[in-house]
């Protein structure tokens, strides 16, 4: 038997259940790998190896007596640091929540547990996960596996690197605006942002609450469809998310969609786009092609991708975004006052409102507190009907926009970044050239729309490439079924880390 | 289209943020608004004039619970991350001062 954290979380499920191996075994073997190479990576703000045990050794006691196990039974699994557990701490890698316990377990990790899931730990990510290379945490930030000197993405840059880098068998994460889908491309791992709706947000730290969305981030598409279905369902306690029955999303996987329709969204092929990318993206066009698919062109206009001469991109969908997002944001960060929970200065102040504005000065990072200050502004009075309801509209437009597109085809093909991963302290100095990472993520959570990042290869420096599959409303089995399609036939070199066997 | 992103409206934006924030942090942050902003000016290149504002990406409704008693925090749960408590409850300084 091959390394045990080689093996996918599908296959490791079998491997247990069979008893080729245990959930103890299994789990072990995570926690060496963790403090072995996770000093070099840093994904995790906190490993619960004690408590990770005990679950693995209660897993293999309900084997030896023959009870059921869930579908997840001894599969170690990484959870992102914004997901509330009544175990440790739940941080969101903000000075205002170090030391932060929450008294309820968000839904989704629930029901992890409930699948025989092992939870190994939290893990690092941008403060309160507004960024795109998890540079912002208060913890210091992530590594790449495949280049430490790059950033892994962001938000959820920790989970995509304990993924990439055998520290997990997978993990979970959030995407407001891209946040699993980038750092899945650019760490080379397989990432859903599921529809709004989906996945109950119970527990989820709120960031843009119309956005937000919870997901699996997986060495392959089984892995992310075997999580994608654990974890979505109505939910009581989220009144946005949609009593709607969960297909067996396995369950399908393997059967290939009879004349497919691919939509190739030309204002994402343009010139804002690194040529590598574009040229696996064609590559993965001819894959689909040789599978009897056809490949339409198709318009997104409101999600155009401009130039301008110094080469600086523009699109409406990043503009609408940084106004919605950070209007959402404004409202849900009101909630961190130094009273209830979290950060309280320590500094003697004479009334409320000095506690207030102390406290949250000095326990929010610069990010946040400029996202917060630009929520606030587009709310504010005088600038309301300019801004937030100009943005608001601007986000119909662009929902039309993929409702049409939607009509010609089945599915959209598009990139998930402009460039493979780039080094630290390339974009910290000016927030707008951060924001436009996300270029090519944003339109999907704006329109509420199901996104399956992708790997599609590898540059000729050895980064890995992401594609991302775009699909209407709850068709998420769709787009695993067409993604396994391009996993099964493109014949892709490994996506394992050099890293990992040269520290072994 | 966009106003004048200065010292002084970042200062009261500042305020309405209850954000305690240096001048130096002031000035960087008029600074990152007023180039954020200008971006954000795209928008108004679109005529949205019959576009109705999209607030959720999918249609939301009421969700009615009946009323029954379910399980709720305790007072010591709700209150084990608060910084300062007094029995049951949160503490703060005063927040009404002794002058009329």
């Known amino acids: ?504 | 289209m966009s106003p004048k992103i200065d010292f002084d409206l970042t200062r009261h934006i500042g305020l309405l943020s209850r954000l305690e924030l240096s001048d130096d942090e002031v000035q960087a942050l008029a600074d990152h608004l007023a180039h954020i902003l200008q971006y954000v000016d795209k928008l108004q290149e679109l005529d949205t004039d019959n576009v109705e504002p999209m607030a959720h990406a999918v249609a939301i409704h009421n969700v009615l619970a009946d009323d029954v008693i379910g399980q709720s925090l305790t007072p010591d749960a709700a209150l084990a991350n608060a910084p300062q408590r007094d029995g049951d409850f949160f503490k703060v300084p005063k927040v009404i001062g002794d002058s009329q």
């Open chain 1, 1 to 504: 038997m091959s390394q045990l954290t080689d093996l996918t979380a599908r296959r490791l499920a079998v491997a247990v259940a069979d008893g080729q191996t245990s959930a103890v075994e299994a789990t072990q073997a995570y926690l060496d790998a963790i403090a072995s190479r996770d000093q070099a990576i840093s994904a995790y703000n906190e490993t619960f190896a004690e408590r990770a045990i005990q679950q693995a050794r209660s897993i293999d006691e309900a084997r030896a007596k023959g009870a059921a196990l869930g579908p997840l039974a001894g599969v170690p699994i990484a959870i992102k640091d914004n997901l509330a557990t009544t175990f440790g701490r739940t941080t969101c890698s903000s000075k205002m929540l170090a030391d932060f316990r929450a008294p309820y377990t968000a839904t989704a990790v629930a029901k992890l547990e409930a699948a025989g899931a092992v939870i190994l730990g939290k893990t690092n990510m941008d403060e309160f996960a507004m960024g795109s290379s998890t540079e912002n945490s208060a913890l210091g930030p992530t590594r790449n596996p495949w280049d430490t000197g790059r950033v892994p993405g962001g938000s959820s840059g920790g989970s995509a690197a304990a993924v990439a880098a055998r520290l997990a068998a997978a993990a979970i994460g959030s995407d407001t605006g891209g946040s699993i889908r980038q750092p899945a491309a650019f760490c080379g791992v397989v990432g859903l942002k599921p529809t709004y709706g989906r996945v109950s947000r119970y527990g989820l730290v709120a960031y843009g609450s119309s956005l937000d969305q919870i997901g699996p981030m997986t060495r392959d598409v089984a892995d992310a469809a075997l999580l994608a279905g654990v974890i979505a369902g109505g939910d009581p306690r989220d009144s946005t998310c949609v009593d709607q029955s969960v297909p067996d999303y396995l369950a399908s996987l393997e059967t290939p969609i009879d004349g497919l329709r691919i939509g190739r969204p030309s204002e994402f092929f343009s010139e804002a786009l690194d040529g590598e990318i574009a040229a696996a993206i064609e590559q993965a066009c001819q894959v689909y092609r040789s599978l009897g698919a056809t490949i339409v062109d198709v318009s997104l206009p409101h999600s155009r991708i401009d130039v301008d001469a110094k080469g600086q991109l523009s699109s409406y969908a990043v503009a609408a975004y940084y106004v919605v997002a950070t209007a959402e944001a404004s409202s849900n960060l009101a909630r961190y006052d130094g009273v209830h929970y979290g950060h309280r200065t320590e500094d003697k102040v004479d009334d409320i409102v000095a506690l207030y504005s102390r406290s949250r000065g000095e326990g929010f990072g610069d990010e946040v507190k400029r996202r917060i200050m630009l929520g606030t502004f587009a709310l504010s009075s005088g600038y309301y009907d300019a801004y937030y309801n100009k943005a608001l509209k601007v986000r119909r437009l662009i929902k039309n926009d993929f409702d049409t597109a939607l009509t010609a085809c089945d599915v959209l093909l598009a990139p998930v970044t402009p460039t493979p991963a780039f080094e630290f302290g390339e974009k910290t100095d000016d927030p707008l050239q951060m924001y436009l990472a996300d270029v090519y993520t944003i339109s999907a959570n704006l329109a509420g729309l199901p996104a399956l990042a992708i790997p599609a290869g590898l540059s000729a420096a050895g980064l890995p490439i992401g594609m991302q599959l775009i699909g209407p409303v709850f068709s998420e089995e769709t787009l695993f079924r067409a993604a396994a399609m391009f996993e099964q036939a493109a014949n892709l070199p490994d996506m394992k880390p050099p890293m990992i066997d040269e520290s072994s």
